[in-house]
Structure formats: C-alpha cells, structure tokens
C-alpha cells in the first residue's frame, strides 16, 4: 500500500481528499500548517518565505516514510517546480490535474479564487504548462491568452475563521455568476476548499464547474499507479 503525505493549509481539506482517496489501497497521512497564510499579509512576507518553508516541510514529509506528497494548497503548489526537486518522492501539486486538463483541448477558462495570495503563483503554473506543451509541439492546445483569472472576494477569511456555511454559500453564489455571466467558457473552481461549492454551483447552474477533486483520483491513478480496493 502506498502512503500520500497530504500538506494542507487548513484543516478543512483534509475530509474532502479523505473523501475522494477512500476507495483506494492508500494510506494519507496529513500534515496541516496554516502559517504562511497567516503571515501572508506582513509586510516582509514574499516568496522566499513561502520557498524556505514548503521545502522545510517537503523534506520533512519525505522523511516520515511516504512514498509520494500531494499538495492540497495552491499558495504552496506555487513554487514546487524548484522545491519538489529538493526530494526523492514524487510531489503532486492540487493544480497539476487542471494542468493536464488545459493541455488537452484549446476551450476557454475562467478560474475562480477565493484566496487573492494564490492567483498570481497559479496562473503562472499554469501558464507555463501550455507553453512547455506548445514547445513540445502538442497539437490542440489552450492558449496562455485562453485562461483568466477570476477572485471571488470576501470569502478566503470566512473559512480561515471557521465559517464553513458562509464560505459555501458565498462561494456557490460567486460561482454561479460567474457561469451565468460567462456561459461559453469553462469555469474551475481553483482552491480544494472551494470543490463543495464547484458541485452545488453545478448543480443550481446546470453546467459543469469544475474543481480541484473532478480528477484528482484518475489523475493519482496515473501518476502513482494506485489502484482501487
């Protein structure tokens, strides 16, 4: 059985990964630091802080007997590309199933955030993924210039505070306008803790929204060769 160590930001993550692994021979091990979002708004605070800790905390991990890390915050998937080199295992970052999705068709995306510290490090991930798959030559795919950024705001402190009802309703509701404002464009719900909201907004919407959770376990099944119970 393979062991996931799951670096969250917050607690919340935990159950919906739990959730979506369940029917998998896997063991997930759970490490929680809400820190960095916490110091995010000081005025000393930059990447360098975000690098120092997510490798701090990658190397820990691996040291702990996992056989591979996944990534659940996008605040920390934003600089794996150095920092997951720093270790043996594999490390899997919460967008690099969106990534993959973005590579294979050449649709038009809209991607939603509630968490304005991650927009920037997420879009540029995933900017350069369509550009390393464009120099490779790939037919059929989604252009840099064919992604947008959107931030639902007032909502990221409502679940750092605990306010779990408040953060899905705002967040369904955001969702949905934006669906409604945008019907010929495919909308993801960027952060796992807004993939509760992806499914609702969905469903009130009657288009699919797509989040973090929608191909995580095929796209674990690939990359780690996990194999259901």
Known sequence: MITIGCYHAHYSNIAL??????????????YVDPGLDRLKQDTDFSEAVIREKVSQTLKWIA??????????CTLFAAVLAH????????????????????QQDSQEYILAFTNPATVEGTMAR?????????????ANVAAASRTKAALIPGTFELI??????????????G?????????????????????????LASANAGTEIYSPLASLASYLEQQLHISRR
Not at 91 to 102: A, E
């Open 17 to 30: 990964i739990e959730e979506v692994l369940a029917p998998y021979e896997v063991e997930l091990v759970h």
């Open 63 to 72: 040291q702990c007997h996992a056989d591979a890390i996944l990534v659940t």
């Open 83 to 102: 920092e997951a080199q720093q270790v043996s295992i594999p490390v899997i970052g919460i967008d690099d199933p969106l990534s993959q999705k973005l």
């Open 126 to 138: 995933v900017h350069e993924a369509l550009r390393q798959d464009e120099t490779r030559g790939q």
């Open 160 to 173: 750092m505070r605990g306010d779990k009802e408040g953060y899905m309703n705002a967040v369904t509701t």
């Open 175 to 199: 969702l949905q306008q934006l669906a409604a404002q945008s019907p010929e464009k495919i909308i993801v719900a960027a952060q796992l803790s807004m993939a509760p909201a992806a499914a």
